[in-house]
């Protein structure tokens, strides 16, 4: 029942139709195009020159170079890896919680409209401020976290941002701490979405329950997940703030993700470095999308077919 | 009788879960009304202080949060009416019309988002100073609707494609045009949607950092960046950037609130439908 | 009996005096600044009949506006505009306009702005260490021309502040001025003087020797107290531990400083030695050294988990009864020295200072402005008072001298800046290759590699970067 692209028999209002879709899709484009154009090529520029933003007298041109450096850096495939594994872990477990949060937030109980505002909060509030309570939080001796943990639960106290083994997992749970209310909400905005005619007859099929939701919303809401889970990858990959407030990459390199390795190359000035590591990430975004996309999105298209049949 | 127990339970389970999901914003919550000693005590002090406003008065005073304020409202407003404006079209157009490559098209409105932000702060900074435009709004409102519209887009474009498919059809028999099938029969059916869609492409405008911090100097800043004054090099001001943090997030529950009627009319008008 | 318990409520009675004279918008600022640092009494707050000085002197016929960019908060921003009404006193005509950035990003931001060469900033307030990057760019204005108009000034200004923390191009006494020294800091040494008498030690370590026994009398994780810390965070963090425990034994970033020089030599016995002793120290760290900048490492040592920083950037914060819980307790002396032949007490030291843009439109404004926030008692001992009151942290010795009563670990700075060094090689590229071997050091910490891979990797690094730059021809 997910809607395909309308498809009209007539040739000419079909013709007509694709004058119109152009005519409303113009302006997006060309907006984007005139903003992004100078900036790309710009940093295409860049990425194969040395550019000391703080002795900019010795720029030159250097051809592949910046690139090859990267290559033989252990540290940049270090953080390609990690970036990929830290994407692909905490998009399963946001998407996972993500829906069981939507499920129990899709209740017409009074009072429902309130909890949705309030689990939104985590989204909403400043990354910088919320990064820096976190450290706060985590810190040591003195944080709410081991307070809670070691009078609570009667766990050791635990330095969880200063140990290579747990530095990433504690971001790990801020992230998804964040970000699972967003999935959640745009999975329950999906979620009502379904007709009403849907909700009626699973409701007279006793169809209800996780049932309800595994059997019959999770395949109606499949061009919103898509969606989430592509633009969740997308901001994972590029994932910065919280990782650069709260760790800067470190203890070590134990949480050097691609973006923050990247900005700490602009911090250092090498402009013409820092471009071509974002182009590289470009190129591993563009990758991963083109992955997903192929495969899962195909399997959605199939899907949209047989429901036309 | 049953079932209505059953979703009780579930209603409350959803209330613990958020209660514990809320802690830590309680604690920043908590953080801005105590007394700077208060909060650097050597263990976590809940409830035994006396409450005071000392730190909202400072970041009015001194971290200039009246006029940073100020500066996000327009900004980020203005670039959120521009980006939903421009997108709802596209999306439909990409979701909804039988466009040739449409998904090709909404992966190039995409790719302008795949790129890290400090990779193209540099040529927009380069573009400002020349424009002069350095310290302005309009150059953090341009930059905000370029990475606004992909997000925007392609949420719109999921809502889009979950609408029952005759919709277009039934307008076209009434003799609609396609502006008004958009407005009049897309919009409200998709209004849930929008409204998701409107709130996140202005939180992050609203929470963005990077492109606020290099393209404005003092006068221009928005709220984060002036959020960040609270961290100097020696001690973090906690109370004053707890303070700020809440001061941040007061607009967008507001903006939530306000909004969750008109999903709920959205969701009424599909109904009579 | 606390001196500080004393001054504070002096210092109550005479904010109360001090409110009648003061409009309330002021006097919002001063609780501002009160709220993070003590803020205690001056006797001389209260203007005596002459507080002027031989440099005292009003124009009102310059006219103009002057912006400054400078980072937010303590030290830069608030005693700047602590000295403003007076500025504005001598000079009614002339509108002064501070623009307060976060400090993080400055470095960052404020090289940017300099190579965009705008004309929006008449005044920039920035780091020590990147001074040498704004002169490679040409943007800043030889001040000569304007301090030789003033000779009794000049010779005032050269006189107290050590020639270490000002900017002159070559950098030694007779170079060109660029610019204005009006913070300055060093690395210093802080420790518990209770615990340590607790502990039988009644002398200051003078070696790092010395310092692993006080770490390790005073480690005690049972009870929470840590024996260690240090700001070991990634990047520039980690490097200038290092650096300072690197120059305490006599070794140098490079060779030579000079044509045919610059190849960097921290791969030898020097660097061994002082990554091996850090290393040492490590074993009493504070758990949160490794992600600690100066942050971290404050509220550890103001609530009292922590209880010993050797080698930590001088502050105010620490002796601050409102931050601290041990105001009277928290030592500061001299960083230790190494034990060998070579080694000696050569803290880093750096500090703030602001540069007449070239393009700037309106220097002769933009001089009296810099000029007036860094005249001290020279010109009216109400811009000190002013200066310090609003958490000021000079470089002047005089001012050091002033004011080491009430802020106690002025004297340490009065002790460090003589023997110091800077905490950054003076060339463009000092905070690139600062993060560099920061980011080798903690790569030791957490085992990642062994002292001496990181100690090559970071010869290997500092060369790349100074071959990109042309260094070696």
Not at chain 1, 99 to 123: C, E, H, N, Q
Not at chain 2, 38 to 67: C, K, M, Q, W
Not at chain 3, 25 to 30: A, S, V
Not at chain 3, 231 to 240: L, Y
Request: with cysteine; net charge neutral.
């Amino acid at each position: 029942m997910a809607g395909p692209p309308v498809k009209f028999h007539n040739s000419q209002l079909a013709r007509q139709q694709r004058k119109v879709a152009y005519l409303l899709l113009a302006p997006a484009v060309i907006i984007l195009l005139a903003l992004a154009i100078y900036p790309l090529i710009y940093a295409g520029a860049l990425s194969f020159r040395v550019d000391p933003l703080y002795n900019p007298k010795v720029a030159r041109f250097i051809g592949w170079r910046n690139f090859t450096d990267l290559f033989e850096d252990s540290r940049f495939w270090a953080s390609i890896r990690l970036t990929l594994y830290w994407a692909f872990v905490v998009v399963a477990i946001q998407m996972v919680l993500g829906f069981l949060l939507a499920i129990l937030l899709d209740s017409k109980l009074r009072g429902s409209g309130l909890l949705r505002s309030l689990i939104i909060i985590p989204v909403f509030i400043s990354p910088i401020a919320m990064g820096l309570n976190w450290r706060f939080i985590f810190e040591p001796v003195t944080g709410l976290a081991n307070w809670i943990l070691s009078n609570g639960l009667g766990v050791e106290k635990y330095s969880w941002l200063s140990h290579v083994d747990t530095a990433l997992t504690t971001l790990m749970l801020v992230d998804c701490w964040q970000w699972i209310p967003f999935v959640a909400l745009i999975l329950l905005a999906g979620m009502q979405s379904i007709s009403p005619e849907i909700v009626e007859a699973a409701r007279l099929d006793r169809v209800r329950g996780i049932k309800y939701y595994f059997k019959i919303v999770l395949p109606l809401i499949r061009p919103v997940i898509m969606v989430v889970i592509l633009i969740r990858l997308v901001d994972e990959i590029r994932m910065f703030d919280l990782n650069y407030i709260m760790t800067e990459g470190g203890p070590g390199s134990s949480t050097l993700l691609a973006s923050t390795y990247d900005y700490t190359i602009f911090k250092h000035g090498h402009l013409g470095l820092m471009a071509a590591y974002g182009f590289l990430i470009l190129i591993l975004i563009n990758g991963v999308v083109g992955i997903f996309l192929n495969t899962l999105y195909r399997s959605e298209k199939a899907a949209r077919q047989e429901d036309m049949n | 009788m049953r079932s209505t127990m059953y979703s009780r339970m579930l209603f409350g389970l959803a209330i613990v879960l958020v209660f514990i999901w809320l802690v830590p914003v309680m604690w920043v919550v908590l953080t801005s009304v105590k007394p700077t000693n208060i909060i650097n005590s050597a263990v976590p002090i809940f409830f035994d202080f006396a409450p005071t406003l000392d730190h909202y008065v400072e970041v009015f005073e001194r971290f200039r949060f009246g006029r940073s304020m100020l500066n996000s409202f327009v900004t980020v407003g203005v670039s959120t009416l521009i980006v939903m404006i421009i997108a709802l079209p596209a999306a439909y157009a990409v979701a909804r019309m039988n466009l040739m490559h449409g998904d090709t098209w909404a992966l190039v409105i995409l790719s302008l988002r795949f790129m890290p932000g400090m990779v193209i702060v540099l040529p927009y900074f380069k573009i400002a100073t020349f424009l002069n435009l350095i310290d302005t709004q309009i150059v953090l409102i341009v930059v905000y609707v370029a990475f606004g519209l992909p997000f925007a887009v392609w949420i719109l474009r999921g809502f889009l494609l979950d609408l029952p498919k005759d919709i277009e059809e039934a307008g076209r028999l009434d003799g609609l045009s396609w502006i008004q099938i958009i407005f009049r029969l897309i919009m409200p059916m998709a209004a849930p949607g929008i409204a998701v869609t409107a709130i996140f492409t202005f939180v992050f405008s609203w929470n963005e950092f990077l492109f606020a911090l290099f393209l404005t100097l003092d006068k221009g800043s928005t709220m984060p960046v002036a959020l960040q004054k609270t961290i100097d090099l020696y001690n973090v001001l906690w109370g004053s950037l707890s303070a700020g943090a809440v001061l941040q997030l007061l607009p967008m529950i507001l903006v939530v609130f306000l909004l969750q009627k008109h999903i709920a009319r959205g969701l009424a008008l599909g109904a009579v439908k | 009996m606390s001196g500080w318990d004393d001054l504070y409520k002096r210092t109550m009675a005479e904010s109360k005096a001090m409110k009648e004279k003061i409009s309330r918008r002021q006097m919002m600022k001063i609780m501002a600044a009160t709220a993070t640092t003590a803020t205690v009494g001056m006797g001389s707050r209260i203007a005596s009949a002459d507080t002027k000085g031989p440099g005292w002197y009003t124009d009102d016929k310059m006219k103009g506006k002057v912006t400054m960019f400078v980072s937010a908060g303590q030290r830069w921003e608030l005693p700047a505009r602590g000295v403003l009404p007076l500025f504005n006193e001598r000079f009614p005509n002339i509108e002064v306009d501070i623009q307060a950035g976060p400090h993080g990003e400055m470095v960052t931001k404020s090289m940017m702005l300099a190579t965009s060469k705008s004309s929006a900033m008449d005044v920039l307030y920035t780091d020590f260490g990147q001074w040498p990057a704004f002169h490679a760019v040409n943007a800043m204005e030889d001040l000569e021309p304007f301090a030789s108009k003033d000779p009794g000034w000049y010779d005032d200004y050269n006189k107290d502040t050590p020639t270490g923390v000002q900017y002159r191009v070559p950098a030694n006494a007779d170079g060109t001025l660029y610019g204005l020294t009006g913070d300055g800091n060093a690395k210093l040494h802080f420790y518990r003087q209770d615990l340590m008498h607790a502990a039988g030690i009644h002398k200051v370590p003078e070696t790092w020797e010395e310092a692993l026994e006080v770490a390790e009398a005073l480690h005690n994780p049972d009870k929470d107290q840590y024996g260690f810390i240090t700001t070991a965070r990634r990047g520039g963090f980690a490097g200038w531990v290092f650096w300072g425990m690197l120059a305490s034994y006599g070794g140098e970033w490079f060779d030579k400083q000079a044509e045919g020089g610059w190849h960097p030599t921290f791969n030898n016995d020097k660097g061994y030695k002082a990554l091996e002793t850090l290393m040492k120290l490590m074993k009493f760290r504070h758990p949160v050294t490794l992600n600690a900048t100066d942050n971290e490492c404050n509220t550890a040592l103001a609530n009292g988990s922590a209880v010993y920083a050797p080698i930590q950037w001088g502050t105010a914060v620490l002796q601050n009864p409102e931050f601290s819980k041990f105001p009277n307790d928290i030592g500061t002396d001299l960083v230790p020295r190494g034990e060998t032949a070579e080694s000696a007490h050569r803290p880093l030291m750096g500090g703030l200072g602001q540069y007449v843009s070239a393009y700037s439109e309106n220097k002769e404004a933009a001089w009296e402005w810099i000029k007036h926030l860094n005249s001290g008692d020279y010109t009216d001992s109400r811009i000190s008072d002013a200066y310090i009151e609003h958490t000021g942290q000079p470089a002047r010795i005089s001012m050091l001298n002033k004011y080491e009563n009430i802020r106690p670990h002025f004297a340490g700075l009065k002790k460090s800046f003589p023997v110091a060094v800077s905490f950054v090689p003076l060339i463009p590229e000092a905070f690139t290759l600062s993060d560099i071997i920061g980011n080798e050091v903690t790569s030791v910490i957490t085992g990642e590699k062994s002292i001496d891979d990181a100690l090559k990797a970071m010869d290997k690094g500092v060369e790349g970067v100074m071959m990109d730059s042309g260094y070696y021809g």
